[in-house]
């Protein structure tokens, strides 16, 4: 570890048992930073901006008396894969064995009033970057600076203020001035840590994983050009070493529309995946995460393999269409409450050769809490939780359809889950649906504000057997029920998949229809036929929401 002298600001290694007492920098990135190169040359960093940063830490630092420093932009060689390998596994610990850590505010002017809620502090783009997460967390001390290298406070002084900007509970920040900053992280749950850095960003995306390393006590090798894939490797790794089921529970309390892993985007337009993994590629997949759920340390291993994880949980087995879901209940929830929640991941399930069951993450549906019910008959199955996303460059489909929803969309609705799994998806102000199957399905839409509309789609039996089916029948029911879609399906005793359960629960009232094209043809519009994947339009039709007053909807 090189560590820079405070007074003559000349660069010296020791090794880690030897290592004096250091204070240690924590700050957003520049222009003109001063690289390890760069340091050696005396003349080249003079005349570089970021060597006037340098050299105030280093005067702030003697006045605290301390004689040694370390700052990541001159302290690591980064022309060097081994030297940078080392210092991104090791920097969580580094941190921690630091007497003090001084958080430079670039962007924070003079004196402020940080309990305002529009200080420059709160708004401070520290508190948005990835690496600076550990740097919170990992010092014993954090001693905070403004612009001018004027003090701000302590993370001590600043801890409810901190809280609030970062959502880390006071209780984590004020014990992370333990000895021991692991043991304080390992009783949070996977999903809970990740969450705290699923709003932060990284210039490179595979930082995004890798500034995490310290955070999950784990290392791994960098792999620069790997993209979304480090934070799944992260991932794997860590479930090797411990467990914690919320790392499988991605997407809890995010709309399936908003998910990361489904979104249409313009300017680079595919079809969301056919099939999800039971990993997530970003850490925004985890940034609804609700800090009371906790982990339950009671079930058996699983292991990583080249079907995906193989792992035994209690599974709700279902049927429907021909179709097998699952709903497995992991080991985690809301245990301590007079009524506990425990969460339910819904699952495709497929049963390749002999008794091998191929499980995949539901499409449609996001893990939700249910309350546990003493009555359930589950049993406990080996199963492989797909680790793999897959896409379809052509989906040539029994049932493909485009239904336009125009001032449902226009007054802030949005998808939040629907049954059964298939692809369908927003896009513009249509929902279009692809299936291999014509059968009865359920949406949920959601607003922030409103009371939820729930949309059944359903088709009307022909006259005679020999006709097919050519006309679908769509009905809307309003509720003030926070139920999935599945949960509207499987109450109340999660037996079985029950519509007519369903109709008879609520208020159902015609909203138009779907119809069938006796040509199959390309979707209109330019919007559509640019989706990479999508070939035909089978059904088309519209819902009438016009008569939908905004004010009766509101809670």
């Known amino acids: 570890m090189r560590l820079i002298n405070c007074s003559t600001l000349q660069m010296k290694e020791f090794f880690e048992d030897e290592l004096p007492r250091y204070a240690i920098l924590s700050h957003t990135w520049g222009e003109e930073e001063v690289s390890y190169l760069d340091f050696r040359n005396e003349s080249l960093r003079e005349g570089k901006r970021g060597f006037k940063k340098i050299k105030e830490f280093c005067a702030r630092a003697a006045e605290s008396q301390y004689e040694w420093a ?9 022309t060097s894969s081994s030297d940078l390998s080392e210092a991104i596994n090791s920097m969580f610990r580094w941190y921690h064995m630091s007497d003090s850590c001084f958080a430079y505010l670039s962007d924070v002017d003079g004196p402020s ?5 529009s200080s420059d502090f709160r708004t401070s783009r520290w508190f948005r970057r990835g690496w600076t997460l550990q740097e919170l967390l990992a010092p014993r001390r954090v001693l ?4 001018s290298w004027s003090r701000v406070g302590s993370r001590g002084s600043l801890c409810q203020i901190i809280c609030e900007i970062t959502n880390i509970p006071v209780e984590i920040l ?30 490179r995306k595979e930082d995004g994983a890798y500034c995490l390393l310290g955070l999950l006590n784990i290392n791994m090798p960098l792999l620069y050009g790997e993209g979304d894939r480090a934070f799944v490797r992260l991932q794997e790794e860590f479930i090797r ?34 099939s999800l993994s039971c990993l997530t590629h970003s850490p925004l997949a985890f940034a609804e995460w609700n800090e009371d759920i906790s982990t339950i340390t009671r079930g058996n291993h699983y292991l990583q393999t080249n079907l995906g994880i193989y792992i035994e949980l209690p599974i709700i087995s279902l049927t429907e269409n021909g179709r097998n879901y699952g709903l497995a209940l992991l080991d985690c929830g809301v245990m301590d409450k007079e009524s506990p929640e425990i969460m339910a991941l819904p699952l495709e399930l497929a ?30 199955l080996p199963v492989y939780l797909s680790s793999t996303r897959s896409y379809v460059r052509n989906f040539d489909s029994e049932f493909s359809a485009k239904i336009y929803l125009g001032h449902l969309l226009k007054i802030g609705y949005y998808i939040a889950d629907f049954f059964p799994p298939c692809i369908a998806f927003l896009h513009s102000d249509t929902l279009a649906i692809l299936d291999e199957v014509n059968c009865r399905r359920l949406f949920r839409f959601c607003h922030p504000n409103c009371k939820t509309i729930l949309l059944i789609i359903e088709p009307i039996s022909p006259d005679s057997p020999d006709q097919s089916f050519e006309v679908a029948e769509m009905k809307i029911a309003i509720t003030t029920s926070n139920f999935s879609s599945w949960q509207h399906i499987l109450q109340p005793r999660f037996e079985k998949i029950d519509f007519d359960q369903l109709h008879k629960s609520l208020a159902w009232v015609p909203k138009g229809y779907l119809k069938r094209n006796k040509r199959r043809s390309r979707p209109p519009g330019p919007v559509f036929t640019s989706i990479r994947g999508w070939q035909y339009c089978g059904w088309q039709g519209s819902i009438k929401f016009n008569d939908l007053e905004i004010e009766d909807l509101r809670r």
Do not use: M
Not at 245 to 266: D, M, N, Q
């Open 70 to 78: 370390w700052i990541d932009t001159c302290c690591i060689d980064k």
């Open 113 to 117: 009033v940080v309990e305002d809620e």
């Open 144 to 147: 905070f600076y403004n612009k």
């Open 174 to 203: 004020e014990e992370s001035f333990s000895e021991d900053v692991q043991y304080t992280l390992r009783r949070v749950p996977f999903a809970q840590r990740i969450s705290w850095a699923s709003n932060r960003q990284t210039s």
């Open 241 to 274: 070493s411990t467990y914690d089921h919320t790392v499988l529970a991605w997407g809890f309390g995010i709309p399936y529309s908003h998910l990361p892993e489904v979104r249409v985007l313009s300017g680079s337009l595919r079809l969301p995946p056919v």
């Open 351 to 380: 049963r390749r050769e002999g008794s091998t069951i191929l499980a995949y993450r539901a499409q449609g549906i996001v893990p939700f809490l249910t309350p546990t019910q003493n009555n359930w008959s589950v049993y406990k």
